[in-house]
């Protein structure tokens, strides 16, 4: 059964950085794209970033020059690192993936349980 683990949330002051991890695990023929999500407190659900298997990047607005989406492909695990963290960047960060099982002709869509991210002094 393919699951996707985060790590590397938590509390961190306005400014600061922060890297999260996101680990596709279970029987997996290959990654198609794996992305980033936040949903902050009154606001819709974001797509903050995404990579694709041959490494393509592509942000939101609002975190273009301060965010780096990149992937491990030996470890099925895409990482988002978060420097210059804002108030406005508080949220649950999850990761979402598009894979191949093992076995598998059609693509799946699999999310993680995500991980709280607080930017606050």
């Known amino acids: 059964q393919v699951q996707l683990v985060e790590s590397g949330g938590g509390l961190v002051q306005p400014g600061g950085s922060l890297r999260l991890s996101c680990a596709a695990t279970?029987?997996?023929?290959?990654?198609?794209?794996m992305r980033w999500y936040r949903q902050s407190p009154g606001k819709e659900r974001e797509l903050v970033a995404t990579i694709t298997i041959d490494g393509k990047t592509n942000y939101a607005d609002s975190v273009k020059g301060r965010f780096t989406i990149s992937g491990d492909n030996t470890k099925n695990t895409v990482y988002l690192q978060m420097n210059g963290l804002q108030r406005t960047d508080t949220g649950v960060y999850y990761c979402?993936?598009?894979?191949?099982?093992?076995?598998?002709?059609?693509?799946?869509?699999?999310r993680g349980q995500g991980t709280q991210v607080t930017v606050s002094s």
């Open positions: 979402v993936a598009s894979l191949f099982p093992d076995g598998s002709l059609r693509p799946h869509e699999y």
């Open positions: 279970g029987s997996i023929f290959s990654i198609d794209h």
